[in-house]
């Protein structure tokens, strides 16, 4: 069985006529025909039956027909985009991603790589966890996922690329603001902004915090760091949250280190890096060598591991 095989027997079940097939292909009935003996002596099965006017699948027939039609527009699919990025094409990469990942770790990486790849299609897709983002992977809904780096995940691969210090983010009259540097003790007090419940950032917090005997109160959650930075700047708390690459003490705040409090790492998870595509192999190198240039020696590296 082949797919020249599948592909004949397909297009004579929607012309109902070898004939008809044969004429389009500029091939012989004979030849459309052992297209058709091939596969039937292979599955032990008549495909085809006779009529008046032209032929018609039988039961077994409109059974592999169903599959054939569903599977040969995906392969065809396939084979356009291989050939595309075999011959420096376009294609499509697709990133899932938190809501706010573009803003602070990709933007000027997103706009060199449209410049240099005009042609390929990128496809942002926006999960509000990490967790959601692996189950896009697994679901072969995207290509990259930018992830906070935890635990390992079945089936994905994991690759850090930049580590992230805590910063407490202050309003600039706070009675905290005038400090360099955080202590357990200094934290203690504190109004928390709590994060996301489900996010690998808040495991991470609130399991160092743990170790240090710290139990923080709340009035006070969000949905995602950049919420937590602005309440923090209206006064309504104080917001704990890695020092992402966009964020600077200009205007009301004020960033405080925390150094008592291991780094976050952010970077790339994929489902196999050596099956990724060249474009999303360029996108993803991309994004990590903005962070180096952007981070300095907070950057893991300016290329995920096992990339070329």
């Keep these: 069985m082949t797919l020249d095989d599948l592909r004949v027997f397909a297009a004579v079940c929607e012309a109902g006529s070898l004939s008809a097939v044969a004429r389009t292909l500029t091939c012989s009935q004979s030849a459309v025909s052992q297209h058709v ?3 039937e002596r292979e599955l032990g099965l008549s495909l085809l039956e006779r009529r008046a006017r032209g032929v018609a699948p ?8 169903a599959a054939a039609a569903a599977g040969i527009g995906g392969i065809d699919l396939a084979l356009a985009e291989l050939r595309d990025l075999r011959d ?4 499509t990469v697709r990133i899932t991603t938190g809501a706010t990942t573009v803003r602070h770790f990709m933007s000027e990486a997103v706009v060199a790589f449209r410049e240099r790849f005009p042609e390929v299609s990128l496809e942002f897709q926006t999960e509000n966890s990490s967790r ?32 992230l210090p805590w910063v407490l983010v202050v309003r600039a009259d706070d009675p905290l603001a005038s400090r360099g540097t955080l202590g357990p ?3 203690a007090d504190i109004r928390h902004i709590q994060l996301p419940e489900n996010s690998t950032s808040r495991r991470h917090l609130e399991d160092h915090l743990s170790r240090q005997g710290i139990q923080l109160t709340s009035t006070t959650s969000v949905a995602d760091w950049d919420t937590a ?4 700047e209206l006064g309504l708390g104080h917001a704990l949250v890695p020092a992402l690459p966009a964020l600077d003490s200009s205007g009301g705040i004020r960033l405080l280190p925390v150094p008592v409090l291991p780094p976050l790492s952010a970077g790339w998870a994929v489902r196999q890096w050596d099956a990724l595509s060249p474009p999303a192999r360029e ?3 991309a994004i990590a060598e903005s962070l180096a240039h952007r981070a300095g020696p907070l950057a893991r590296g300016t290329r995920p591991r096992g990339q070329s």
């Design 229 to 232: 930075i602005l309440l923090a």
């Design 283 to 285: 996108f993803a190198n």
């Design 58 to 65: 039988t039961h077994a027939g409109r059974v592999l027909y």
């Design 37 to 39: 003996k091939r596969l």
């Design 88 to 91: 420096g094409g376009g294609g």
């Design 132 to 163: 959601s983002c692996f189950d896009a992977l697994t679901a072969n809904e995207a290509d990259l996922a930018w992830i906070t780096i935890g635990a390992p995940v079945r089936g994905t691969e994991q690759r850090p690329v930049i580590e």
């Design 185 to 187: 003790a200094d934290l």
